[in-house]
């Protein structure tokens, strides 16, 4: 009896984390206006769990994330507000790598895992912490720009 929640979670997870990426894929083929005018106006609190579970992160990290603490957050989910413009931009900021890293990746596991991993070539950074702003963002975009070409000249990329 125990397995069906279980199972209904897991399913509840796996249908969220597919969201983030069909999301991730729409905001970037997003105009840039477009995409202002999506973080004036917020983006729907489905965006939270979709995130966490797409990338499995803890509390702590997305409360850095998203610039709130883990009860704002479950209160904006619980009542259905929008995310306000400093979490939208850096959700925007996040889906538009997160887009990057997809296509440089090629699935949306190993995409992830590059998102939540250290990383040698950013000092050590995890890319996600990164996106909380702008130029850490531009930073992300240009190396994940330079993969292809690294990926086929090198077999272990420490990317």
Not at 84 to 99: I, K, Y
């Amino acid at each position: 009896m125990l397995i069906l929640p279980l199972a209904s979670k897991a399913h509840g997870r796996r249908e969220a984390a597919a969201r983030f990426w069909l999301l991730a894929h729409q905001v970037s083929q997003r105009s840039p206006a477009e995409r202002l005018t999506n973080i004036q106006a917020g983006f729907a609190p489905g965006w939270i769990r979709a995130v966490r579970e797409a990338l499995r992160l803890a509390p702590p990290q997305m409360e850095a994330l998203f610039n709130a603490s883990i009860s704002t957050l479950e209160r904006r989910q619980r009542q259905q507000q929008s995310l306000d413009p400093v979490a939208s931009e850096r959700l925007d900021r996040v889906a538009m790598v997160a887009s990057h890293a997809l296509r440089a990746f090629e699935t949306p596991e190993r995409a992830a895992q590059w998102l939540i991993t250290p990383n040698a070539a950013l000092g050590n950074h995890i890319p996600l912490q990164l996106c909380e702003t702008g130029l850490g963002t531009a930073q992300l975009h240009r190396l994940l720009g330079g993969l292809p070409e690294r990926h086929d000249q090198c077999q272990s990329n420490p990317f």
